[in-house]
């Protein structure tokens, strides 16, 4: 009945509210299933060594709230501004930790 509206028409406004009684209704909360697929979710931290904003120490301590979290510490000279390929060193070195840390993903 509402599958062929537009995102801005004011029934879908309507139908947003149906949906979300027949979850009170039914006791559900609608994002009770997304928090524990994030908390497993491969997620990668590349902190650059000479970083002094974001240190690889801290953001190891930060990444160990995450289960299925990965460290690849970039070793550059730039820091901070390294992540954004200022360098072509730079570059090779963020596009070989992405690289690794998608070729280990199931």
């Not at 491969?42 to 974001?54: H, K, R």
């Not at 690849?72 to 954004?84: D, K, P, R, T």
């Amino acid at each position: 009945r509402y599958g062929k509206l537009k995102a801005t028409d004011p029934d879908k406004q309507k139908m947003n509210q149906e949906v979300m009684e027949v979850y009170k209704k039914a006791g559900v909360n609608p994002a009770s299933g997304c928090v524990p697929m994030l908390l497993t979710m491969p997620i990668l931290f590349a902190p650059v060594s000479t970083d002094i904003y974001f240190h690889p120490l801290d953001v190891a301590d930060q990444a160990r709230a995450f289960p299925a979290a990965r460290m690849a510490v970039i070793e550059s000279l730039s820091g901070h501004a390294s992540a954004f390929g200022r360098e072509p060193s730079d570059r090779l070195a963020v596009r070989a930790a992405l690289s690794s840390f998608l070729a280990s993903l199931p």
